[in-house]
């Protein structure tokens, strides 16, 4: 019997050591956690009161603002004439761009070939024992830079309206800014008379 009483008082002597532990550990985590709810209740009081605002500082940003609002806005005749002003500069922009538009074409026009006769004659030849023709002479000039290559395409008539000779005649090419001389003649049958029209038509 008295052994069982010794061991009874070392178990509960035990316990209680671990209760008094237990007990310490507790009081500690519970004086921990409240000093650190505090600690942030402190950072947070100390955030709110450097990013609060009076009233009077309130007053002065709405002052600000409404100042801003009433020297950025617009009445309804000032809007009107920006809308006139940018309907003038988008005329004056369209016409820029047409004249543009024309001196880009008159551009290509002068770089284009453009042949011009110069001191040029056409007449029906019909003599007795030659067969006959049509003579074509004269300087043909390109007025242009880039270079053409032409030819001319004779049609002769003779009487009736029958068609005599349709032809063309090869003249190469003609630089820009240049000219060739031509002289040819484009023969026909001559048993229904002399020619009674032509039309010489420069191709290129």
Same mark, same amino acid.
């Given at each position: 019997?008295?052994?069982?009483?010794?061991?009874?008082?070392?178990?509960?002597?035990?316990?209680?050591?671990?209760?008094?532990? !237990?007990?310490?550990?507790?009081?500690?985590?519970?004086?921990?956690? *409240?000093?650190?709810?505090?600690?942030?209740?402190?950072?947070?009081?100390? $955030?709110?009161?450097?990013?609060?605002?009076?009233?009077?500082?309130?007053?002065? #940003?709405?002052? *600000?603002?409404?100042? $801003?609002?009433?020297?950025?806005?617009?009445?309804?005749?000032? $809007?009107?004439?920006?809308?006139?002003?940018?309907?003038?500069?988008?005329?004056? &922009?369209?016409?820029?761009?047409?004249?543009?538009?024309? !001196?880009?074409?008159?551009?290509?026009?002068?770089?284009?070939?453009?042949?011009?006769?110069?001191?040029?004659?056409?007449?029906?030849?019909?003599?007795? +024992?030659?067969?006959?023709? #049509?003579?074509?002479?004269?300087? #043909? !000039?390109? /007025?242009?830079?880039?270079?053409?290559?032409?030819?001319?395409?004779?049609?002769?008539?003779?009487?009736?309206?029958? /068609?005599?000779?349709?032809?063309?005649?090869?003249?190469? *090419?003609?630089?820009?800014?240049?000219?060739?001389?031509?002289?040819?003649?484009? +023969? $026909?049958?001559?048993? !229904?008379?002399? #020619?009674?029209?032509?039309? &010489? *038509?420069?191709?290129?």
């Amino acid at each position: 019997m008295s052994e069982e009483k010794v061991v009874s008082r070392s178990v509960a002597v035990g316990l209680g050591m671990l209760c008094i532990i !237990f007990m310490a550990s507790l009081a500690g985590t519970i004086v921990y956690h *409240t000093m650190m709810i505090n600690n942030k209740d402190e950072s947070y009081d100390d $955030y709110v009161a450097s990013h609060s605002y009076t009233n009077s500082e309130y007053d002065s #940003l709405d002052a *600000t603002y409404q100042t $801003y609002a009433g020297t950025h806005s617009h009445n309804n005749s000032e $809007y009107d004439s920006l809308s006139s002003q940018n309907t003038a500069l988008q005329d004056q &922009v369209n016409y820029l761009q047409y004249q543009v538009k024309n !001196f880009q074409n008159e551009v290509i026009n002068l770089r284009s070939p453009r042949l011009i006769q110069v001191n040029w004659n056409e007449w029906d030849s019909y003599p007795l +024992f030659v067969a006959p023709c #049509l003579e074509i002479t004269g300087m #043909l !000039f390109n /007025v242009g830079s880039d270079p053409a290559y032409c030819r001319l395409h004779v049609v002769l008539y003779q009487s009736g309206g029958g /068609v005599a000779n349709d032809t063309y005649v090869e003249l190469g *090419t003609i630089d820009g800014e240049s000219w060739i001389y031509v002289g040819t003649s484009v +023969f $026909y049958e001559g048993s !229904f008379g002399p #020619l009674t029209g032509w039309n &010489v *038509t420069t191709e290129y």
